[in-house]
């Protein structure tokens, strides 16, 4: 069964940076557009970041642009997402998602918590 798990997130103080990662089992990440997503207590999912199946293209929200990176190795079939700079506002649960490139049939992580506070 096709999966996501997200990891490395946790509790770091303003300012400071984490790199989250998406590992696929049962998913040829290299077919996949892959995207990061956010949701706050009492917010909507937003969409953080996104990237191109081939990796050539990106998006930023605005809110982090100049801050969070996204990439991807195919090869090890992990998304990655470093966080820099981070603030109390970045403070959510983060999740992964894929997407076919061609059939558009779509996979969620299960979400890993980032906490911004001192």
């Known amino acids: 069964q096709a999966q996501l798990v997200e990891s490395g997130g946790g509790l770091v103080q303003p300012g400071g940076s984490l790199r989250l990662s998406c590992a696929a089992s049962?998913?040829?990440?290299?077919?996949?557009?892959m995207s990061w997503y956010r949701q706050a207590p009492g917010k909507e999912r937003e969409l953080v970041a996104a990237?191109?199946?081939?990796?050539?293209?990106?998006k930023y929200a605005d809110s982090v642009k100049g801050r969070f990176t996204i990439s991807r190795d195919n090869a090890k079939n992990t998304l990655y997402l470093q966080m820099n700079s981070l603030k109390p506002e970045d403070t959510a649960v983060y999740y992964c998602?894929?997407?076919?490139?061609?059939?558009?049939?779509?996979?969620w992580g299960q979400g890993t918590q980032v906490t911004v506070s001192s």
């Open positions: 998602k894929a997407v076919h490139s061609v059939a558009g049939n779509d996979y």
């Open positions: 990237i191109s199946s081939g990796g050539g293209s990106t």
């Open positions: 049962a998913l040829i990440l290299r077919y996949y557009a």
